[in-house]
């Protein structure tokens, strides 16, 4: 059974830092593609950051910010959120690629002073 479980959302102020994680069972995480998503108040969902195998690639509104990563050890996607802004305040979701996608059920990071 295929589960993703997002944590590690909340308060930040704007500047501050965040570590998302995405906790997988049920499949190997360096078997597939793996995304971040993001979809605020009024918008829709987003790609912010992807990774396969050792390429990333990054929504420009995030580049030189956010990061990426794995631990297959773990079987967990990270993504590193440094130097937030109040516009990146949104639930931020795990997406599995392949055949048949599966998400998490979100989480949810408020940037505010």
């Known amino acids: 059974q295929v589960q993703l479980v997002e944590s590690g959302g909340g308060l930040v102020q704007p500047g501050g830092s965040l570590r998302l994680s995405c906790a997988a069972s049920?499949?190997?995480?360096?078997?597939?593609?793996m995304s971040w998503y993001r979809q605020a108040p009024g918008k829709e969902r987003e790609l912010v950051a992807f990774?396969?195998?050792?390429?990333?690639n990054y929504a420009d509104s995030v580049k030189g910010r956010f990061t990426i990563s794995r631990d297959n050890g773990k079987n967990t996607v990270y993504l590193q959120m440094n130097s937030l802004k109040p516009e990146d305040t949104a639930v931020y979701y795990c997406?599995?690629?392949?055949?048949?996608?599966?998400w998490g059920q979100g989480t949810q990071v408020t940037v505010s002073s």
């Open positions: 990774i396969l195998d050792d390429s990333t």
């Open positions: 997406r599995r690629g392949g055949r048949v996608e599966y």
């Open positions: 049920g499949f190997f995480v360096g078997n597939y593609a």
